[in-house]
């Protein structure tokens, strides 16, 4: 049974990984598996979903503790923590280390594991692995030699290998997952785990998905090949593109093997071409074999492509709406030779609550400036105020010029922009700074890079009002409108497919229904599509929960890829109404008598 704090909260993630490093979308390098001579401190980050979203702030109590995995653990640290949880936090992240400076001078060969312990229960637990080969093998490979590559089509289950069919060319309309198979050897006498990665990626090396397995190498096996085996895809055929493709295989973030692929309208068997791990180095990467004229996309198609993929989202009537008649007023400019950099801003702002898509039109608007030839790169850097401003006179500057650096040629996004400059700071807070800097950077770099500022409505005008700097420059407005409940349904029923599950008749009116009191209730806190999404997360949880306990003999296709009546009724229309109805109380005054 759960206790209060745990109802508080849904655990979704313990993760470890090596290297403070930041990858893309806030994540970090994720492994389970590390050569001693490569750690100095090992990190965990874990994650979980906050129920009261959109409701309440709360105060959360926590250890992270690690240990040695044996019959007689030993407990190397314990990391208390104290959070606020604030009710705009959707997933909550909490991060911690240990270790020491000097690399291969703390962490041992072994087995381990991290802990979450919440009110003296362990809420969550991952296990990882340290290997010890001596201190030149990570950085030589001298764990394993990848004998060969090869890729076959499969149910999301692998196929045994003896019913696989290995295709360089595979057709569109019936592929599911396309799987990779790596055989390989040990290079060594002592047992180790191996973890690879799966990385599949686009015909402009863009990162399209990814996959990992697992597996421990036996001690003196040197002459045995070892498979393993791994894909990435859909339960559902046909959700691949008609283009060129790769694979890349990664073992402790060293390249070992990469082969490329085709989606087209047939299937054509063979091996493709792997390219095998270098000594001491790693595999080159491997280039789709793209004919020379797609090998990169023209600039109207990258225009054309982003076009269709904003009038393609759900809602945003009013942003498709200016967003293509820019388009058309830019190309009139261009075609008639006007200096249209002179009658049009780079720059603008973008005001509305959490999750009605204020990033991803950014990121798609930044294309769209390169489709038109405005922007040379049309990247998408995301910032912060917690990204831009530091503690000290003039670090500020350095920090928010580095970025703005990094995002020329595309656009500087800034997430609660109205952070670095508003009532309730100090007249000496370095966001001023910040701001400075990104002005002069603009000025000093027009028509080379685009700066979108971001967040609630009534804040973005204090902001923007705060400096003449910014009111000047910044005069195009984009309002993301809140989504309408026939729009939310949709969202979710997009998610829903994702999940490659439906929710029956039942289900769906329970949802539809919810979701439109959430609507007709909802406040400046109002998630938008990260609501849906939790929900919909949510839904596919109860599922998966209520089909565990069953038999696997008696789980048929259908009840997999189905969500019904009691996988949605924890969201009750009724509990929005009773706290609405409980804060309309709470603000009910009598009048002071004047006896």
Known sequence: MENAMQSKFVVKDLKVYGSNEWMADGTKKYRTVFDRYEL????????????????EDWELNLTLECFTKSSNPTKLCSRP???????????????????????????????FTWNVVIDNVVVAETVFHVEDLGPDAFAGNGYIAVESMKLFESEPTIKAEAERKNYSIFKRDETRYVCAEVKFKSKTEKGFYAEFF???????????GQSTELLYVQPNTQDRTYVTSSGWGSATPGLWANNYYSV???????????QAFQMGDKWEEGNGTMLKCKPDTGATRSTPAVPNDTASPTPEAILNESLAELNAMTGLANIKNEVNEMVTLVKFYQETGKDFLHKFSLHSVFTGNPGTGKTTVARLLSRIYTGMGILEKGHLVEVDRETLVAGYIGQTATKTKEKLDKALGGILFIDEAYSLAGKGLSENDFGNEAIATILKYMEDNRGRIGVIVAGYPHNMKDFIDSNPGLHSRFDKYFQFMDYTPEEMWAIATSLFTEESVSPDEEASAHLKNYLTCLFENRDTNFGNARTVRQIVAECVKNQNLRLAVMRKEDRTPEMLSTVILSDVKEFDSSDIERREATQQRSQIGFRQSNK
């Open 198 to 208: 799966f990385h599949y990626l686009d015909n402009t090396g863009l990162f399209k």
């Open 81 to 111: 923590q104290a959070r606020q949880v604030s009710k705009s936090e959707n997933i909550v992240y909490i991060r911690e280390s240990w270790g020491t400076p000097l690399a291969g001078d703390y962490w041992r060969t072994g087995d």
């Open 40 to 55: 100095t401190y090992l990190y965990v980050e874990f994650s979980f979903i906050n129920k009261l979203f959109d409701e």
């Open 248 to 258: 890349e295989v990664y073992f402790m973030e060293t390249l070992v093997a990469s």
